[in-house]
């Protein structure tokens, strides 16, 4: 099983170095995780993936409406686990 940081830090890693794994993760990030993981995203679950460049930076805070527990834990930094094989 690995961490939902360790999976981002997998992703970012392999982003970084392979730039046609990089278009595919910006364009389709929901299918290319699942592919790189071996997962299935739950419906009505998605991931956006923004670019930073020297002129943009992103902050992503966290959801506004308290979350039930099931759900904090699919969007929660490193709180939640992917089993991929």
């Not at 690995?2 to 982003?15: D, F, T, Y």
């Not at 993760?25 to 071996?38: A, I, S």
């Amino acid at each position: 099983m690995i961490s939902v940081s360790e999976a981002r830090e997998r992703l970012i890693e392999k982003a970084s170095t392979d730039d046609a794994f990089r278009t595919r993760l910006v364009n389709d990030p929901g299918k290319t995780v699942e592919e790189e993981f071996g997962v299935t995203l739950p419906d009505g679950f998605s991931i956006k993936v923004h670019e930073q460049s020297s002129t943009e930076a992103h902050l992503v805070l966290p959801p506004a409406a308290k979350l039930e527990e099931k759900d904090l834990s699919l969007v929660a930094g490193g709180g939640g686990c992917w089993s991929y094989g």
